[in-house]
């Protein structure tokens, strides 16, 4: 804040806009928009921040709790209950969602561990994780079009292979496509839905702020999740679908969507990838982070955990730098919850999969089950399990 709540005017942020003027505006009007921003910077803006900086320091923070949990304000347990529900859209209770985490944590880790031996590399996952994120092999770009093609070299293969899955196909196309420069640098990769009329195609965007130091080994996954079959074409299915009501067309449901995707993530052999291992390794690296988040939002907010235990936690089992560790912690602090349904709609997913395959046998057919997965388009877990025991039923 201190750049905020002092001049001079000419040297604040709020001043930019004065250093670039179009050429045609005359110096007339020039001079008159310097006097009147060095005016309002100086009267009202500096003060204005002056004045929530005292607050925040004077007031706000000395009465701040010194906890990490949500667990530490009245009725706070009982809320965080109330949030797994409404974030997940299941009964689990948050001891369940704690357990299950840690479980996967270690199942995923010994799946690392087999990578990690399988490539030869002699260490510790941590120096094997060091080794990744170098390995000149897994950085070979000098210009971001060769990111975006990269991209749709991946698209190509899936869609060879999506028949032996997927009998559907999305009318709204999908486009790969660089971060716009103005936001990349803080930017992580997405995907925005288009429009039905195809109007505007469905976008994945890539940041690559610097090709040269761009690391491919979770791209395979990154594209599954974000665009086909994840949420380019779970969404865009939902979004054209008639017999869906429009309010049901936009709906989206945490736990069903980035479940959806993170499933997604899991269809890469039988979609032709992950025939590298480190493209592999990049998938359970995504699958790891979000079973964390299990262990350590339900650690945060109902066992007192610290900050700062929960950052080591994060730190002791997944190769992301510290400084995104933070941040993600920081996130599970501020809104409790948010980040359990991920892992937790993959879970379900994957269950009922099992259950339909085992169920059925012979009978079982997966571009079927897919059909009927997406044919709802987003509903609560619970609701999706009655759907999927009762077409189980059906057969």
Known sequence: MDSFDHGPAEEHVFYGPVRVFPREMSIDDRKRFETEYKAMIEKKIIPTYRKLHDFLKNEYLPNCRET?????????????????????????????????????????????????NHVGFKGDLKAFFNHVRT???????????????????????????????????????LEVRQTEAFREKSASAEFEIGLPDGSRPGIFYVPV?????????????????????????????????????????????????????????TLGEELGLYSDPYQYLGKLNNEIHRAIRLVVDVGLHTKGWTRE?????????????????????????????????????????????????????DKFNIIDFHNKVLESGCIPLELFEDRINAWIASK
């Open 135 to 173: 390995k000149k092999d897994l950085i070979p770009f000098f210009e971001p079009g060769q990111v975006i093609a990269h991209f749709n070299d991946i698209h190509n293969v899936i869609n060879s292979n999506m028949s032996k899955l997927f009998d559907k196909e999305p009318r709204t196309p």
């Open 209 to 265: 702020p610097n090709a040269k130091r761009y690391n491919t080994f979770q791209d395979e996954s990154l594209f599954l999740h974000e665009a086909v079959p994840g949420h380019y074409y779970q969404l865009s299915l939902q979004m054209e679908n008639d017999s869906l009501p429009g309010f049901r067309k936009i709906l989206v449901y945490g736990s069903y969507v980035e479940g959806w995707a993170m499933y997604a993530e």
């Open 309 to 361: 235990q929960a950052i080591q936690y994060s730190l002791d089992h997944e190769p992301e730098p510290e400084s995104n560790i933070i941040a993600e912690v920081e996130r599970y602090m501020a809104i409790p919850g948010q980040a359990l349904p991920y892992k937790i709609g993959q879970l379900k997913f994957l269950e009922l999969r099992a259950k339909a395959e085992t169920a059925l046998g």
């Open 68 to 116: 990490s949990g949500i667990n530490d304000i009245p009725g706070g347990r009982e809320y965080y209950e109330y949030l797994i529900k409404y974030y997940t859209t299941t009964d689990l209770s948050a001891d369940e969602i704690f357990e299950i985490g840690q479980k996967e944590v270690d199942r995923i880790s010994q799946e690392m561990e087999k990578i990690k």
